[in-house]
């Protein structure tokens, strides 16, 4: 009987170790890719700065583009409104 006990236990404990094996080996993986998105998150952050910087002078060409073309329409309608 005492035997029985011991192997029962015995299999309740590779059991359990499988398992906490597996879940240390998930853990793992999480914790990683957590560590992944955190780095990359870092290295944009350092990066920002440099990147709004060279996308600056594009946009303020398109908000200009932007302007003239407006500009353009607005006299056009006035232009068509004095001369009718």
Known sequence: MNQENDE????LLKDSIQRMEKDAVEFEARLEKKFDEYVLKIAFEAQKDR??????????????????????????????????
């Open 51 to 84: 990147i709004d910087d060279r996308i600056k002078p594009l946009e303020r060409l398109v908000y200009g583009m932007v302007g003239l073309i407006l500009i353009a329409v607005v006299t056009a309608l006035i232009a068509t409104v004095v001369v009718t």
């Open 8 to 11: 029962v236990r015995l299999a």
